[in-house]
Nanobody
Framework: QVQLVESGGGLVQAGGSLRLSCVASGNIFSFNGIGWYRQAPGKQRELVANIIAGGRTNYADSVKGRFTISRDNAKNTVYLQMNSLKPEDTAVYYC??????????WGQGTQVTVSS
């Protein structure tokens, strides 16, 4: 069983920055992928960014150039640095991990609110 605990959300003005952290109970290097999704009110959950096996990163088009995902294997932690935040980035952000290609794990979510 994998547990994911997010932190770092909050309220920020447009143009500001936040850094989200996700601490995993297992060795993140062993995961097929780990990353961040978000869900805004009335919308479907969507991929924001992830790191897959081999270290390749993927980003949603809407965050490219503004968000950066990284990981610290020694700390079993994945980060999401969010810069130039926009009101449309407002959502609950969830950490997600995929293990053995079939098991999906989710954190409890952290609220990010960007005011205009």
């Amino acid at each position: 069983q994998v547990q994911l605990v997010e932190s770092g959300g909050g309220l920020v003005q447009a143009g500001g920055s936040l850094r989200l952290s996700c601490v995993a109970s297992g060795n993140i290097f062993s995961f097929n992928g780990i990353g961040w999704y978000r869900q805004a009110p009335g919308k479907q959950r969507e991929l924001v960014a992830n790191i897959i096996a081999g270290g390749r990163t993927n980003y949603a088009d809407s965050v490219k150039g503004r968000f950066t995902i990284s990981r610290d294997n020694a700390k079993n932690t994945v980060y999401l640095q969010m810069n130039s935040l926009k009101p449309e980035d407002t959502a609950v952000y969830y950490c997600h991990a995929l293990k053995e290609f079939t098991s999906n794990y989710w954190g409890q979510g952290t609220q990010v609110t960007v005011s205009s």
